[in-house]
């Protein structure tokens, strides 16, 4: 898990160092060079990686050719860069190396070695060799101070807080995060992000969770903070409320965190949701993260690499031939001299022959190949639609839930309506009483008057009836609840509890009931040890635990 997160935000440093890439190019003279270069630029601005590894290999040839060193540098470089983009770590190692080769060789700008350094370092650390990782990354960050090159110190100094935290030296790495903070400008709201995330990480491997949950509305408050590093504060924060049984605060994040993670961080993501439904008893949508799971960490690789190894084996294959034939024909020229011109032909018609036979043999094999893929491509489009059906079903299940919780509310609010409306015509019919006993007495006709106008006040029975059942809707199984786990109870003493577990106060269950608070809260007091707690403080957790 802390692999997938380190390594997507080490991606996210590592590829921004592109964009300085050019930091150094000046007009060149020949035209070839400068547009081979530049149309290498567009394409990894588009994201097109392989149409930049295109053009970057022709600038280093020209450039090689012409013996422009700087810009045979630039061009290997980037192609490091464009190769670790497509995960293809070897490739990206051995150009670094040779941009770093040129660099000395040249005595090139200290700041395309400090370039060239990180990039080696997020090869490494991308193959989780943490300890050369270190070493380069510290190197650049020492070749930096010295050489006062500021505008990369904020990056370096994150990758190497990015390294602690893998080593496990969480003090050097908030320290380096500090660092970093000090480099970067009040208006550069998306490094402040990937930083703070960073941070976010340090405290969540050291189990500090009180800590992430503080930064972590800093870092989502940020409009410009990467969606990816959204996706993984949202997931740590998923994790920390499953962790803790929150699972209310866990579930806003989820939609979110699916929606805004990359490709290699769902596997991560899913992982987290898979152990938040399980906790909550949710299993089908525990299973289904589990299946997303095993889906990204499958999908991704599977058709380059078989690709790559049936690319290899015709190759060694076409060698192995080649070796063959040049044996056969050596010994042959050695051996029947005068069988040369019969040889010959024979040895070319047999190389038609098998050209031939190959092509044939190639042609069924893309044939195969592509009804594969074709077939491959299908299958994952059903998978994704079956999953798309899944999620729809379950977000109409979620919405049907939401709107039983809310109907159950309203039940409970007008339950609670109902009750005071109940006090409140109790009230006025004990006004209405005492005037029509002060009327009879004193014959007062406005008194008369004020008692009929009271009386008018009340509601009739009807509502009265209807007010009963509302508020018996509110949770019709709680009185049974409670007389099934404590018999001994009266009814006026569920009645009580009932005001107890709408929340309602002191003050306004004594109103509710006619006494004083100080009677309710003695009948709290008693209720509370007849239910067998210590403390009438506990009253309300235990009554919500029924």
Partial sequence: MRRIIAAIILMVTGIAAHDAAAFVREPRADVRLDSAFSKGERAMDRGDCTEGIKHYMEAANLSHEQKEHEMEFLSLYNLGVAYFSLYRNGEALDYFRKAYQICMENDLDPKQEVMVLNGLAGVFFEQQEYDKARKLVEKAYNL?????????????????????????????????????DGYIADTDLKTKGRNMTILAE?????GKYDKVEEIAGEILANTQTAGNDRSLVMTYLIHIYTAKGDYARAYPYVEDAKRLSGISNKEYVFGTLSELYDKTGDYRKALLMKDSVIFYQDSVSKINNRRLLEGANTQLEIMKYKAD????????????????????????ILIITIVVINRQK?????????????????QKENLLNQERIRETELIATHQKEMMQKEIELKGRELAATAM??????????????????????????????????????????????NMVVN????????????????????????????????????????????????????????????????????????????
């Fill in 325 to 348: 034939m040049e044996s056969r024909i050596a010994e042959l020229h050695e051996r029947y001299l005068i069988w040369w011109f019969v040889a010959i032909v024979s040895v070319l």
């Fill in 420 to 465: 005071f409306v109940t006090s409140r015509n109790e009230l006025i019919e004990d006004i209405a009483k005492k005037l029509e006993e002060i009327n009879n007495r004193h014959n007062i006709a406005e008194i008369g008057s004020l008692g009929i106008s009271l009386r008018q006040q009340l509601r009739t029975s009807a509502d009265q009836e």
């Fill in 471 to 546: 508020f018996e809707a509110a949770d019709p199984d709680f009185a049974r609840r409670v007389l099934e786990r404590h018999p001994a109870l009266l009814d006026s003493d569920v009645r009580f509890l009932s005001y107890v577990r709408m929340n309602m106060q002191t003050k306004d269950i004594a109103a509710l009931l006619n006494i004083t608070p100080d009677s309710c809260k003695r009948r709290k007091i008693r209720l509370s040890k007849k239910l067998g707690l210590e403390s009438s403080s506990e009253l309300y957790s235990h009554i919500l635990g029924i």
């Fill in 144 to 180: 930096a101070i010295k050489n006062g090159i500021t505008s990369q110190m904020e990056t370096l100094a994150a990758d190497i807080a990015l390294i602690c935290n893998k080593e496990g030296r969480y003090d050097e790495a908030e320290r380096f995060i500090r660092i970093s």
């Fill in 202 to 206: 340090t405290y969540f491997c050291q």
């Fill in 362 to 378: 190639m042609k069924i094999h893309l044939r195969q190949q592509l009804t594969e893929t074709a077939l491959e491509k299908e």
